[in-house]
């Protein structure tokens, strides 16, 4: 899109687990975005030829599934695909392929075509897509659910918060490949991974055989404060007005609404010297809710700067509204470092850690000599930075990190990088990865991990950019 109040210095953020078709053939303003279950009519399938599978996947009796996300135009096309999860790589390439060419009739609200997120799940193997198109399928059933614990830091606070999170049930009735889609606050994204990773399920089957099946279910966090002496709060609220000093084609009717706020990495160094500091960051939500153009205003330190900017990078929004279509804004946010930010605390693990760093000798372990060895269970990709995306070039960082004895990654630090944005984009991905929690003789210990993370474009040319190795 060619905004003319916004020139091509913008700085377009991409997240690796997006693959991009490329900008759309006509103006994003033509018709608003609309989630799937907000529709009037949802797009009705007219032309989804099936996926090729990967040579020899097919002859070795496989199973696979990759969900996708959509974005599906007026005309009913798909002009965006993205990877929300895949069980094997192979696959990926093969479902975006395939997506792309994709027709439906177009969807609908309020009776006029729109733009709508669509995600939908393709399944690889006996039984699955591709193999039998008129199989009789039956969803899966919940056997086992576990609620969710209210994070402790916010209940002096009493916040409401939701969180949408999407998964795979395989074929053995358990939760694989959760993706969070949308998080009013980051400190209830860990717990509703975590209950969902134990809940169990009779698996879903096509004609009597158990398949990979693609879900989205929304956890609720609320407390209820018999007295009333609580209020709930938002981590961020944005301006109902934009402000008066912005062009007239930035103002908004309605502003943007946040589907996924995330936390900032505290920069390693600065947090232990115990070092306070501020950045005032400046940034645009385009029309299909992504945040652009990130700019550092000020920062006491430039590692707040850095690690601010990468916070906003993976922040995803509702977009604002004008005249009844999407628009372009721009928003400021002022974020705060120190140990007990209103908005994202430290949590009580991490300032353990803290206190358990200083401690000579450390009882912080090395990985290895584990009961069992530590497995991820919820590794979300960094956000690819244009710095390192538009310039189709090779990035990679290392990050240590400590895997507490819950399995969450608590401050992540950067030891090396050949860039400095993908770098703070690394740390700032990893401080939300969840592993099994580690024992060591049966009694629960803390890590210390230490693993390279690269970036790997493909070579030049036409065609969606390739996922971080």
Known sequence: MANPRFPSRFRSWATPLIVLAGLLGGPLEAAPVVDANLLDRRPVEVSCPKPDYPPGFRESAQKGLVALELLIDPAGRVAEAGVMASTDPRLSAVSVDAALKWTYKPPTKSGEPVYARLRVAIGFGPGEYGTDEKAEFKPPVVTYQERPQYPFALRLSGIRGEVVVAFTVD??????????????????????????????????SRNGQAVYTRMEVPVIFELTFPDGRFRASEAWRIPDRASTKLPADLQYDQPPHPLYIGAPVYPYDLLIEGVKG??????????????????????TKPEFGSAAAAMVAAWRFDPAMKAGKPSWCVLER??????????????????????ELKKVP??????GGLDVPLKGRYQPSPIVPA????????????ISFIVDRAGHAQLPRIVSCTNEDFAWAAATAVGRWQFNAPTRKGRPVDVQVTIPIAFKPQSPGPGPQAAPQ
């Open 278 to 299: 501020k950045a005032r960051i400046a940034f645009a939500v385009d029309p299909l809710g992504r945040t652009q153009d990130i700019r550092v205003d000020s920062a």
């Open 362 to 367: 450390c009882p912080i372990l090395a990985a």
């Open 387 to 398: 710095s390192v995306g538009t310039a189709n070039s090779p990035a990679s960082a290392t």
């Open 334 to 355: 002022e974020q705060d470092f120190s140990r007990s930010d209103d908005d994202f605390p430290l949590s009580d693990s991490a300032l353990r850690l803290l206190g």
């Open 171 to 204: 074929p053995q009735g358990r939760v694989i490949q959760p993706v969070v889609i949308q998080s009013s606050h980051p400190d209830f994204e860990a717990p509703s991974i975590e209950a969902i990773l134990n809940w169990t399920f009779k698996p879903g």
